[in-house]
């Protein structure tokens, strides 16, 4: 084979080589710009290095030279030509004069070929199409992944693409999907449980006190007297649901509540009756008018909450009480799977006041699950939009959401609880938090900032890959990292209609001519619009609440294209016993 070119120079992981005038190769075969993949021929190894700049300006005084190029080593070819292994890394540095080529097909095969069955095949290379890339399922879900990029450039559905070949080649693997903008409902199919306000079941006793007073003060900080006498009731709340149940059961002597030996944050029940009556019974030895004020307000902001049809998946029979903690965790977590180990939590439908204690619950709990199992059913936990939970400024969000995330990241691998973060812009998210994700999918982004955060979070040699950032095409990606063999720019493979994320496959910003947007079909939408905020759904028989409901009838997805049939979101609810 013809050389390309020569090494004139060898510095650390960088080197220098000259592209020479009297190479015989054809103009399509001798395109050695950026991003292309070259060989170095050493005497014992083969050395894989990536052109990252070219140059005809301060070139070496011999006349055989047209141009220079800049390339970072990556790796080395090892073994015979029938027995070739890649390794990452480079033992052997090239010298001066080391002939250079353009790496060949067989090569590139020999460095993506998958190094056993844990592989998954999410799409071909930009240099070559014939060769597959694929990822290291083990290495990239252990050591947690990011997807990044901006609005438009695939990124959704490359997530879709990712997580239905996990799930293809894992099929027992549970993973949690946080759907923030209700895309993902019909991507996975019958494998994925849709969970949305109307079917999902989350009591308030499993929240913890920071949650529980978001909810209750919607988002803005607590009144320090309020909050003095919550964390002063809520344990004896805890202790006097226990008391009951002991007494009910066994017939037992009733103790001192204050002995329960409950903290603020134990996952256990109490009925939000109880709360209030003791509330209500510190308020009636209050002598001074004034103080009574306070008890009074926190009374009306736990039964304002606890009337808003809103948050009905929290305070459905919050004065019945029930220990459905298991129930819970079992439907949420998929244990067990029964056909379908994933759930798409849909956000959208949400008050946006609650959605932050929410995830921080969902979070929390996943990595408390997989903390107490001793991580032997192993989950991966996927954020969408990461950046709304795990904000770099310490000021914006919610701190025990960020907590929670941040949890995960750093140890949830020692439990088998995996992450992955999808996120459009990287530069927003917290530094530690990314920095933990070993393997990144990077598609285009524009903004500076987020480029600039990329670079000191990529440790690769190839980190000079990022300057094509800016310019991927759509579907286009710069994979890095533990998952991938080597830095590569790939391309998405096609991801069936079926599978689309909803934004890509039903939204269109034409109107059709035949939509037919008359008033029956704004009355429609007012249904739903209106039906989100009130209960009128749930069945008047009553009857009803001693039926055995089963636990797979499921609220529908709520997307405009599941069409605006306001009878399909009748939903026959099971109480929590």
């Given at each position: 084979m013809t050389s390309l070119g020569r090494v004139i120079l060898v510095r650390g992981s960088l080197a220098r080589i000259g592209l020479l005038a009297t190479s015989k190769m054809g103009p399509s075969e001798i395109r050695a710009t950026v991003g292309r993949f070259i060989s170095i021929r050493c005497a014992n190894s083969v050395i894989v290095a990536m052109i990252t700049e070219v140059s005809c300006e301060n070139l070496p005084t011999s006349d055989s030279y047209i141009a220079s190029a800049s390339v970072d080593l990556l790796g080395e070819i090892l073994g015979t030509s029938d027995r070739q292994k890649f390794q990452r890394g480079v033992?052997?540095?090239?010298?001066?004069?080391?002939?250079?080529e353009l790496i060949n097909s067989q090569e590139l095969r020999t460095i993506y070929a998958p190094s056993g069955s844990d592989q998954i095949n999410i799409g071909t290379l930009q240099q070559d199409p014939s060769v597959i890339a694929y990822v290291d399922i083990e290495e990239m879900l252990s050591k947690h992944f990011a997807v990044l990029g901006s609005t438009g450039v695939g990124k959704s559905t490359g997530v879709s693409l990712l997580l239905n070949e996990i799930l293809k080649s894992r099929p027992t693997l549970r993973i949690f999907l946080l759907d923030?903008?209700?895309?993902?409902?019909?991507?996975?199919?019958?494998?994925?449980?849709?969970?949305?306000?109307r079917n999902l079941k989350l009591p308030f006793w499993l929240f913890n006190f920071e949650e529980i007073v978001d909810v209750l003060f919607a988002g803005r900080p607590g009144v320090p007297e309020e909050l003095d006498i919550l964390a002063e009731v809520i344990p004896v709340a805890k202790a006097l649901y226990t008391q009951y149940q002991n007494t009910d059961r066994m017939g037992l002597k009733r103790t001192d509540p204050k002995a329960g030996g409950y903290t603020l944050d134990t996952p256990v029940p109490y009925r939000l009756v109880d709360l209030i009556s003791l509330i209500d019974e510190r308020m009636g030895k209050l002598e001074n008018r004034s103080s009574r004020i306070i008890y009074h307000k926190l009374i009306s902001r736990i039964e304002t909450v606890r009337n808003d049809p809103r948050y009905a998946f929290m305070f459905d029979n919050a004065n019945v009480g029930g220990d459905t903690m298991a129930?819970?965790?079992?439907?949420?977590?998929?244990?067990?799977?029964?056909?379908?180990?994933?759930t798409v939590m849909q956000l959208a439908g949400f008050p946006a006041e609650v959605i932050d204690s929410v995830v921080s619950v969902l979070c929390r709990m996943a990595f408390d699950f997989g903390l107490w199992s001793d991580g032997v059913s192993p989950m991966l936990f996927v954020c969408e939009e990461a950046h709304r939970y795990a904000s770099a400024d310490r000021n914006i969000g919610f701190g025990p959401t960020r907590k929670a995330v941040s949890r995960i990241a750093k140890e949830g691998r020692k439990y088998g609880v995996y992450l992955g973060l999808v996120t459009q812009r990287p530069a927003e998210l917290d530094a530690t938090i990314i920095s933990q994700c070993n393997t990144l999918f990077t598609m285009r982004l524009a903004n500076e900032r987020d480029q600039a955060l990329l670079r000191s979070a990529v440790s690769d040699a190839a980190a000079n890959l990022l300057s094509f950032v800016p310019s991927l095409g759509t579907r286009e990606v710069l994979a890095f990292g533990e998952g991938v063999a080597l830095p590569t720019r790939l391309r998405f493979?096609?991801?069936?209609?079926?599978?689309?994320?909803?934004?890509?496959?039903?939204?269109?910003?034409v109107p059709s001519a035949t939509s037919g947007h008359d008033m029956h079909f704004v009355g429609a939408v007012l249904e739903r619009w209106r039906g989100a905020t009130s209960n009128r759904d749930v069945p008047?028989?009553?009857t009803f609440n001693d039926r055995?409901?089963?636990r797979a009838v499921e609220a529908p997805m709520l997307q405009p294209s599941m069409g605006l049939d306001p009878d399909r979101f009748s939903l026959l609810k099971k109480p929590l016993r």
């Open positions: 033992t052997n540095y090239p010298t001066i004069g080391d002939p250079v923030v903008h209700n895309e993902y409902g019909r991507c996975f199919g019958d494998r994925a449980l849709v969970l949305n306000p129930e819970v965790i079992s439907h949420l977590f998929r244990l067990p799977s029964n056909g379908r180990p994933m493979k096609e991801v069936p209609v079926h599978q689309l994320p909803r934004g890509e496959a039903s939204i269109s910003t008047s028989d009553p055995a409901a089963p």
